[in-house]
């Protein structure tokens, strides 16, 4: 049984399509790009999965697990084991982030805080290259771009999800960032997780051990492979790979 199995989905959005017939199958352990021009569906494909309710499912099935989701609100998936990190991390003024990272431990983990919550909060900051004082601040505000993604993959570490979407975690950032945000992600890899990466940034596949690489276009997936799939893209461009399957 595979951890995620889309098949044949069909979504919209204001009544326009955004995904078309995909299908897509990620098992514990591996690592899949997604790649593909503007506009291809990629972040529609990241907001389905996780059910934004503002994409419209018109057919086609998403399991979890073994199990159907289409029905499901994000933050019951949220609770199964899933989690995306976005492309732009919201600032949120008034809101302490250790007082957020308790909800979450209460709502998502359905665990309640206990003595040591905070004793092992700042060793947790500390982990992903965060300062301790950053707890004390309001969530995200003020934060660097690369601050705002380690912010990302502290609650990430936190939730311990089964499936990591990452939604261009690297947009922004310079190399030495990038290089600091894929160490911390790939202690948080484990066999018993997958990943699925948005990106267009060489740097950041280089870094992490991808097994599967998709290509969408007009919110189809075109073509499915490995690493050499995303090699041939880099050295020639989309025109090949589009033009075969015109």
Do not use: W
Request: charged share 30%; glycine share 8%; proline share 2%.
């Amino acid at each position: 049984m595979n951890l995620l199995d889309i098949k044949n989905l069909i979504v919209s959005v204001n009544e326009k399509r955004v995904l078309n017939n995909v299908n897509l199958s990620v098992n514990k352990g591996e690592v899949h790009i997604i790649l593909g021009p503007n506009g291809s569906g990629k972040s529609s494909l990241s907001m389905s999965i996780l059910g934004n309710p503002k994409y419209k499912i018109e057919s086609g099935e998403i399991f979890f697990e073994g199990e159907k989701i289409n029905d499901l609100k994000p933050d019951e998936r949220a609770r199964k084991g899933m989690f995306l990190c976005f492309q732009q991390v919201q600032e949120i003024e008034g809101l302490v982030y250790k007082d957020y990272l308790r909800e979450l431990k209460t709502k998502v983990k359905n665990e309640k805080p206990d003595l040591m919550f905070n004793m092992n909060l700042g060793k947790k900051f500390g982990e992903v290259g965060l300062n301790e004082s950053h707890m004390m601040r309001y969530l995200n505000e003020g934060f660097s771009g690369g601050e705002k993604k380690k912010s990302e993959l502290l609650q990430m570490k936190f939730l311990n999800p089964k499936l990591i979407i990452l939604d261009e975690i690297d947009s922004g950032l310079d190399i030495d960032a990038i290089r600091s945000v894929c160490a911390s992600l790939k202690e948080l890899l484990t066999e018993d997780k997958a990943v699925i990466i948005i990106t267009h940034r060489e740097e950041v596949i280089r870094e992490l051990n991808v097994t599967h690489v998709h290509v969408l276009r007009n919110g189809e997936n075109i073509k499915t492979g490995n690493i050499e799939l995303f090699n041939e893209i880099n050295k020639k461009g989309y025109s090949d790979i589009l033009k075969g399957n015109d």
